[in-house]
């Protein structure tokens, strides 16, 4: 195995591990009005390393990190005692962990377009989970009748609801996580560290 594929495989180790860690920091939860949480910047680490070695690797490293996610929503959130129906279930796996945070590893999709393709790239990637987030609201959560307890005010229309329901925690998110993105793009020896360039010369 060659240094930089010794060197890409210890770093995404390292995001993905600082990933899990700012992941469990949410200050934010309880001031949410409808549930979710808003944690420190979790998806950045993941961000940053889909930016310099690319959407391969990026998508390998935040498929690992849906897993931990989802091994969360099992024993922290009690997934399986939400008494959704097996294709619920299936369903809510999927859209709300694994191709949720695994659309994080999109962020580099346009990295080799300067700092406004890396700030491009992360919004993107967010994006990409809050849709994620949105459909199953729309196709498993309404379903089940317990959103209109939470949201009682939109409960003529499953489509505003989910909106709201992911928007209160993911809006958040997404320009918190720019804002960290910025600022240590904004530092030329953080960003020369980060640049895909930095990646290539290092083969």
Known sequence: MSNHKTKAIVEGAMMLALGIALSLITPFKKLLPFGGSITLVSMLPICLYSIKYGLVRGLCVSFLFSLFQFFQGVTKDGL???????????????????????????????????????????????????????????????????????????????????????????????????IAAVILFSVPAIRNILSPQTAKTEK
Do not use: Q
């Not at 300067?114 to 729309?138: E, K, Q």
């Open 80 to 178: 399986f005692g939400w008494g959704l129906t097996a294709g619920m279930l299936t369903a809510c796996i999927l859209l709300d962990y694994i191709v949720a945070y695994t659309a994080v590893g999109f962020a580099g999709i346009f990295r080799k377009k300067g700092m406004g393709g890396w700030i491009a790239g992360t919004v993107f990637a967010l994006l990409l989970r809050f849709a994620s987030h949105f459909f199953s609201g729309v196709y498993v959560f309404a379903s089940t009748g317990k959103i209109w307890e939470e949201l009682d005010f939109v409960a003529e229309n499953k489509y505003i609801y989910s909106a709201v329901y992911n928007g209160a925690y993911m809006l958040p998110e997404i320009i918190l996580t720019v």
